[in-house]
Nanobody
Framework: QVQLVESGGGLVQPGGSLRLSCAAS????????MRWYRQAPGKERELVAG????????NYLDSVKGRFTISRDNGKNTVFLQMNSLKPEDTAVYYC???????WGQGTQVTVSS
């Protein structure tokens, strides 16, 4: 069955960095545009970044441009989100998602606090 396992979250001070990973299985990962979303307490889930199947197209939420970088390794069925210069407003649960599919992982918590 389809599995999406996010990891790499944690508690970090403002200005710090984290690298999230999402290991996918059960579907043809290399066929899908992949996205990272996040959801903060009391807020709607928002799209953070996306990457095309061939990694030739990426897009980002305006507030994370220049700080976050999405990448993927199709050989390892994994998508990454490198997050630098983290801010308290980046605090949320982060999810990866194959675009257009019904599949979601359990998410990984990112907390930015001093």
């Amino acid at each position: 069955q389809v599995q999406l396992v996010e990891s790499g979250g944690g508690l970090v001070q403002p200005g710090g960095s984290l690298r999230l990973s999402c290991a996918a299985s059960g579907f043809t990962f290399s066929n899908y545009f992949m996205r990272w979303y996040r959801q903060a307490p009391g807020k709607e889930r928002e799209l953070v970044a996306g990457i095309s199947a061939a990694s030739d197209i990426t897009n980002y939420l305006d507030s994370v441009k220049g700080r976050f970088t999405i990448s993927r390794d199709n050989g390892k069925n994994t998508v990454f989100l490198q997050m630098n210069s983290l801010k308290p407003e980046d605090t949320a649960v982060y999810y990866c998602h194959p675009n257009g599919s019904p599949y979601w992982g359990q998410g990984t918590q990112v907390t930015v606090s001093s």
